[in-house]
């Protein structure tokens, strides 16, 4: 298969992977607040990252384990389809939830070990380009997956759409059949006893084999991604129903907003993946983490611009930040991990850069969620922006350059 078929065959998987997810998370949580609660709602949101935050390392180290990274892709996918099948027959919020739970377990494999793939096609010099390009379409997925969503929604029945999001996840699983894996395998097949005992060690790694998890500060990395998304993730949790009462534009408005976040990471993604290759990853892991904090203060200040074109120009502004500030942080810390991590501990160390996210998504809603309640929104953003302001010193302090520009090459303690 030629370089440029790979990609194509990739992008495909990769788009349609997460467009599914996010047309299957919108759906569930404007079905299940119509027919329980916000409070539940929040519950499909918690479900997901908790999902995330508890599978990734799993995936991850399974599949470096094995060095059947391509199988793995292929056996949670499955997983994704599989996970849909009790809101075809059971269209009840208990089991909404359980299954967006169930469904982001086996998401959870895809990110880290895609990436692993992704990082290996790109080589050294390529990492930050080949990085990019997967979260551009990463990104594209999620913006198409929120307008289809809004369509499906106003037009046809919730169990129409849990169909649609079996047949999209179906569509990438099919397509990772056709991906090469570069990656490097182990000599021979380990047994069952042997995958399970690697894995829990690495999952729980012993004292004197924690030695890859702070290399030029790594574990540091994964504390601030963790705080940056308690901020971020705890603000984007309640920030439709604030666009709406608080700020005072229409519900068409409002999606049209928060479209500018995913749409303009397709641009930033691909473009901060080439700065990556030239100016080094920690800069963008700063200044990403940075930009979240400034997005918390823009999003805190929207009210304070007078009611017209300047509040949705504010607002505009608002979510290109939090796209570019994104887009900055993740290519920089992807790449900054792939330079530090042993080739046979990849998709672990990626993967446990998920379980960090998980965290601040499980963690994030409910605190900004509950000052937002007792006190005010913009108390709250204000709050959170703290928080993205200590993660972004956080890396700028404990974070060593893995990646030396002029001689295109990385440079590891």
Do not use: C
């Not at 998980?358 to 605190?367: Q, W």
């Amino acid at each position: 298969m030629t370089s440029r078929r790979q990609w194509a065959t990739l992008g495909v998987a990769t788009f349609a992977r997460f467009a599914g997810a996010i047309l299957m998370g919108t759906a569930l949580a404007v079905v299940v607040e119509a027919r329980a609660s916000a409070f539940a709602a929040g519950l499909v949101g918690t479900a997901y990252y908790a999902g995330l935050m508890l599978f990734s390392p799993f995936w991850g180290a399974l599949a470096d384990i094995t060095g059947r990274r391509r199988q793995v892709l292929i056996v949670t996918g499955i997983g994704g389809v599989l996970a849909i099948l009790p809101l075809l027959v059971a269209d009840t919020v208990a089991v909404a939830i359980g299954s967006r739970g169930v469904y982001a377990a086996f998401l959870a494999g895809f990110a880290p070990v895609a990436l692993a793939i992704v990082s290996h096609h790109g080589g050294t010099t390529g990492r930050g380009r080949s990085i990019g390009i997967f979260n551009s379409t990463r990104s594209g997925g999620f913006a198409l997956g929120y307008v289809v969503a809004g369509g499906l929604l106003e037009y046809v029945t919730p169990v129409d759409i849990y169909w649609a999001v079996a047949a999209v996840t179906f569509v990438s699983t099919v397509a990772l059949v056709f991906v090469v894996d570069p990656t490097p395998s182990p000599d021979a097949d380990p047994t069952a006893r042997e995958v399970l005992a690697e894995t829990r060690r690495r999952l729980f790694p012993a004292p004197d084999e924690r030695s890859h998890l702070t290399r030029n500060g790594l574990l540091w990395l994964y504390v601030a991604t963790a705080l940056r998304n308690v901020a971020v993730l705890g603000i984007m949790s309640v920030v439709a129903p604030y666009l709406v009462t608080v700020v005072g534009v229409s519900q068409v408005l409002m999606g049209v907003l928060l479209a500018f976040n995913h749409g303009s990471q397709v641009g930033f993604m691909y473009g901060l993946g080439v700065v990556a290759d030239h100016v080094g990853r920690k800069p963008l892991v700063v200044v990403g983490m940075a930009g979240s904090a400034v997005f918390a203060l823009m999003a805190a200040g929207l009210t304070a611009a007078p009611p017209g074109p300047l509040r949705l120009a504010a607002g505009v502004a608002t979510f290109v930040v939090l796209g570019g500030s994104f887009s900055a942080m993740t290519i920089g810390s992807l790449a900054f991990v792939s330079d530090v991590a042993p080739i046979e501990r990849e998709s672990e160390l990626l993967g446990i850069r998920e379980t960090a996210k998980g965290v601040g998504g499980v963690v994030g809603p409910t605190l900004v969620g509950g000052v937002a309640t007792l006190y005010s929104y913009e108390l709250a953003f204000a709050g959170a922006s703290a928080v993205g302001f200590a993660a972004a010193g956080l890396v700028a302090w404990g974070l060593v350059e893995t990646y030396d520009a002029e001689t295109r090459s990385v440079v590891v303690e």
